[in-house]
């Protein structure tokens, strides 16, 4: 069994990342994932976008902890019982966004043998958060981008070439061997899709664990959320960002909206987003940041009249 690692802090766009390798590549894999909120909502959003990809049980999940350290007993006993007991080519793990990929890499070592080999691990960068997540979490951060074999800019479509190459510059400073991409993943030709399942791992760059403290983040999840029209969930996501719920630096989920209709919707550090979410039958969203309001966001999923 292979272990593909695909890292990235909150909201850098792993899921859609993982969505991608399925459609690119055609292979049907096993995708492990570790979510930080407690509704994990990225399950449902894989196999209601790629259901030729992944079946249910081909997704798991571990909730309300993180595989690099609180939870590296269950990581590790998940991973063995997903490779004695279903035996996939391909592991696709996603820690949670606050994870550190070297602390990761070091405990899949600890259960090396040769039925389960580490591929080159790759880390997504938000481009507009990178320094701000540096000067804000610069030891995640850090560790995300140097114990990474390849790094790939996310949500760099905006950029000048310039601003591109300061941001590869700083990478590269971080991480002096690993290859880089500026420029959109989506569009890479389908033999470097296939090469993700080929370069195995050498000797990690972060040599020894890290004991880090995460982020004094909380999360707060909600089932069966709906507002009246797609204008009262802009309304709410206005509230979001401008602090109206608490210090939320991530949210996403997928809501009911007026009769039979759904939308999805996606919250970075003060960007919000909305997409159609046709496919997607089960209503759930996760908030994530500081000193979160949970009665007000409760209240505002009871179709209550919400001021902009």
Known sequence: ???????????????????????????????????????????EL???????????????????????????????????????????????????????LGNIVANLRKIQYERIILLAPVT????????????????????????????????????????????????????????????????????WWQGLFGDSHGQPLVSEEMDVPPPDFESAGFTDASFPSGAHLLCFLQNVVAGAFGGIYRAKGVVAVGKGAALRFDVVCGRYSVTGA???????????GQNLKRELLRKSFSRMPLTC
């Open 1 to 43: 069994m292979k272990i593909l690692l695909v890292s990235g802090f909150l909201g850098a766009g792993k899921t859609t990342f993982i969505r991608h390798l399925a459609e690119k590549t055609g292979k049907r894999f096993v995708v492990l994932e570790n979510e930080f909120g407690e509704a994990g909502i990225d399950r």
């Open 124 to 191: 997504l960068v938000d481009a507009r958060l990178l320094e701000r997540g540096m000067a804000e979490h610069p030891q995640i951060f850090a560790d995300q981008i140097r114990s990474a074999s390849r790094i790939l800019l996310s949500k760099a479509e905006g950029l000048s070439p310039g601003e591109r190459q300061n941001k590869a510059n700083l990478l590269r400073e971080l991480n002096p061997h690993a290859m880089i991409q500026t420029s959109p993943y989506q569009d890479n030709p389908e033999d």
């Open 278 to 288: 046709a496919n997607e039958r089960i209503h759930k969203t996760v908030f994530i």
């Open 46 to 100: 894989l196999i209601a976008n790629n259901e030729d990809a992944f079946s249910p049980d081909a997704v798991w999940e571990l909730a309300e902890g993180c595989i690099c350290c609180s939870m590296k007993g269950d990581f590790a006993a998940s991973v063995l019982t997903i490779a004695n007991a279903l035996n996939p080519e391909i592991l696709v793990v996603e820690p949670t966004g606050l994870g550190l």
